[in-house]
């Protein structure tokens, strides 16, 4: 048996077209994820308009992506995004 997934949470603010880059990129990594047969967590959006703790914390940082535990701040680099899905899921699969 193994552990379920850890959620991909992208945090993130309607109009902000750096956050949309980050979707367009993180939908990118999880099809060739996908296609090459290594995990795929759910990606979870969520608006930090919405909840004033998380505009609070994210306000200056978006787009923020989290997974299982750690956080990438302004995440709009391929390679840093790649780099977080593989260390996270990949490095745990390894062990």
Same mark, same amino acid.
């Given at each position: 048996?193994? %552990? !379920?997934? !850890?959620?991909?949470?992208?945090?993130?603010?309607?109009?902000?077209?750096?956050? %949309?880059? &980050?979707?367009?990129? #993180? +939908?990118?990594? #999880? /099809? %060739?994820?996908? /296609?090459?047969?290594? !995990?795929?967590?759910? @990606?979870?959006?969520?608006? $930090?308009?919405? %909840?004033?703790?998380?505009?609070?914390?994210? *306000?200056?940082? $978006?787009?923020?992506?989290?997974?299982?535990?750690?956080?990438?701040?302004l995440a709009?680099? !391929? &390679?840093? @995004?790649?780099?977080?899905?593989? +260390?996270?899921?990949?490095? *745990? &699969? &390894?062990?």
């Amino acid at each position: 048996m193994t %552990d !379920p997934l !850890p959620d991909l949470v992208l945090y993130r603010r309607p109009g902000c077209h750096l956050c %949309d880059d &980050a979707r367009a990129t #993180l +939908d990118l990594l #999880l /099809a %060739d994820r996908s /296609a090459r047969g290594l !995990p795929v967590p759910a @990606l979870v959006e969520r608006d $930090i308009e919405s %909840d004033e703790e998380l505009h609070r914390r994210y *306000a200056f940082t $978006i787009p923020v992506v989290s997974l299982g535990g750690r956080e990438l701040e302004l995440a709009t680099s !391929p &390679a840093r @995004l790649r780099r977080l899905l593989e +260390d996270v899921l990949d490095g *745990a &699969a &390894a062990r």
